[in-house]
């Protein structure tokens, strides 16, 4: 990854985490807890691809699990978050752009029902059994209806602040540079555009005049009429 979107995936991700511990851990809502963290590894996932968001979903889920309250075993969450991030990645277009806004809300919900379903999983094989009192069907429910009811107020948000730094100059990746044509690769492209048609509008110029003047030099001379004389 660049350092920019190092710096930038870092920065979310301590935000997202911050508001998680802070706010959504404690209102107590019915089943699962929105999650913040997951809608960010989503957001950045979708733009990146599928290698940065499973280092960006094991670095947040790293940080969830390291912080306090946190009541799971280290690791767990990060091996969650890294599986997602890299599935979401998948689903990156090779243009970059979504042509629909309900492609990233699909995202949305699948990633809600897989990382809750990998949670409880990697929950049972360390003897957590949790989420068997809770209720599996609840929790999938309540975790995919709270993220996707987050999902349109932070998700585009965070796609388009990390579109920022695809394509960037400073990075050597002109991806999205040559594509939309506002960098410094898409000036020259169109600089030499510019520079061939004029030079062949010139050429074309040049050799048009040529030929006129070739053809004044080439016409025959009239012979000169003497009157009273027929011509033959």
Known sequence: MRLNRILLSTALVVVALVVQVSIFARLHLPGAVPDLLLLVVVGLGLVYGHTAGALVGFGA?????????ADHATGRYALVLCVV?????????????LRSATVPM????GAAIVSTLLYAGVGALAGD??????????????AAAYDLLLAPFTVPLIMAI???????PLTGDGTAVAASGDGGYGRTASASFRIGRMSRTSRL????????????????????????????
């Open 61 to 69: 889920g790293l940080l969830a699990d390291l912080a306090p309250p």
């Open 85 to 97: 991030g890299y599935l979401v990645g998948l689903a990156k277009p090779d243009n970059g752009q």
């Open 106 to 109: 699909l995202v949305v919900v």
């Open 162 to 168: 990390a579109r920022r730094t695809v394509g960037d």
């Open 129 to 142: 059994t949790a989420a068997r009192h809770v209720g599996m069907t609840g929790l999938l429910l309540s």
């Open 205 to 232: 110029g040049r050799t048009g005049r040529l030929g006129r003047r070739n053809s004044l030099l080439t016409r025959p001379a009239r012979r000169p009429r003497i009157k009273g004389v027929k011509r033959l």
